[in-house]
């Protein structure tokens, strides 16, 4: 079958309709990483660069990552069985004492999106939860999310955390939401600062391939 | 010049004495009367105290935002809310009115004068009605009904709510509506002087011009006549990346937008002054993030480039882009306002 008519599917955010048609696909013998890349992936990929360039919007994103999670929950076992690895793991996360959490939920499907796995801690995460789970998880990407600028000090006690617990070496740390620059980010000794979430995952992918 | 005259000669795009400021001095207004969050949000005496002692502190600040939180319009409908002691109160993500989308039919015209928070923010127009009427504009801050909305849900889920049921979530944003035209008549008649609307999703940040156009862009042209109507003005806040002046200005048509980035079609703040600073006049755009970080230096600087690029002729007063941060010190704000009296004078 044409996996582009996934993709298609996917950027107008019909869910059931990629549901089903990954499911025709894996019924016609299509390999599982073949529907992931050229269907899910691809499709994703178009929202994150729309999303950039501000042809797609919010919702836009929200409905695409849907589908994209329809499409993937069948591949998943498959994926497994045919040995097939994400291309990074990220933990992510919003800081202590933050409850906001649509930017860190945009950013985890752009993550996803770009095939990383991705362990979500939710809001309101301590800076030893981020780096335990990344010691555990052998995560090589920390992502810390804030929107609030009386949150966002938080994100440098990741930073410190990390230095304290001897790993600052092993995992490199992203830092963004509304208050959060690129000056903020070398001030507490971050690595990446990202303005949006397409770029995010882009700039992701790079740190985890290091 | 008092604060009244210098922010009439702004909203007429003339210039003043001095460029008027107001860096949006609201929940840290608390510290100043010693009162945690909680109470500062909801005892409408020891809110209003907060602003007149922040204009004692401050007297050269040119008006009063009453920005308590973003969760005072969902409370009519209900929606439990979380007051944490030193940060703004917030609805209970776990425990939001729309559960579901069949619960937009649950969203009702309600009678404002059963919420508490509503009326507690009437009583705090009223008590700095009594106190500055027409000496420092009073500008009392409302949610707009997609807003309100979002909080009686959540916006993630409304968000694709826009996609799955739109008409669904249109109703209620106009039975939301519908609830905020009569709880601004009462803020009017309380002696506010204008309503600074919050139309946080008339942005690129978030949805398409032509989403915000079809979901908010109606009521909000009702509620800024109801707010005309009752004799007072109709400002803007919108703290979102790449914002619609244009069709803001077309269903609202506010005397003022306060603002944090350059609006979608103007390159820089210099494009946005062109462009529509004889429009409207222009509120802003200093990072509030800014009073926490960075040096003093690179603060002023982020003033006087605002100065520098949207002042000449009048038409603009030098502020956050969004509220101050309330659990910062009062010294960046303190600057700005020196800032504003010095390099913004017009009259040197």
Redesign the interface.
Known sequence: MDLHQISLKLQA?KAKDVKALVQQAIDEGVPAHEILEKGLVAGMNVIGEKFKN?E????EV??AA?AMNMGASLLKPLLAAEGVKATGKVCIGTVK?D?H??GK?LVKMMLEGKGLEVIDLGTDVAPETFINTARDEHCQLICCSAL???T??AMADVVEAAKDAGIRDQVKIMVGG????E??CK?IGADAYTPDAATAAEVAVQLCSK | MNAFERVSAFLSHKEADRVPVYPILCGINRKLVGASYPVWSTDAETCANGFLKTLEEFPDLDCLVTLIDLSVECDAWGQKIIFPENEAAHPDYDNQVVQDIEDYAKIQKVDYRNSKRMMMHIDVIRRLAAKVKGKVPIVAFVFGPLGTLSMLRNQQDMYMDLYDDPDAVKEATWHVAETLSDYVGALCDAGADAIMWDTLFASGSIMSKAMWKDMEAEPMAMLAKTVRDHGCMNMVHNCGQKIYFDVQIEAIDPVAISFLFPPDDCADYAECKRKYGDKVALIGCVTPANAVIGTDEEWDKQCTDQIDAMAPGGGFMLATGCEYPANATFDRARRMIEIAKTYGAYQK
């Open positions: 955010g501000n797609v919007f919010v919702p929200l409905v849907r004492g409850l959490d649509i939920n609030l600028t009386t966002m000090g509304a208050p959060v620059t000056a903020f001030q």
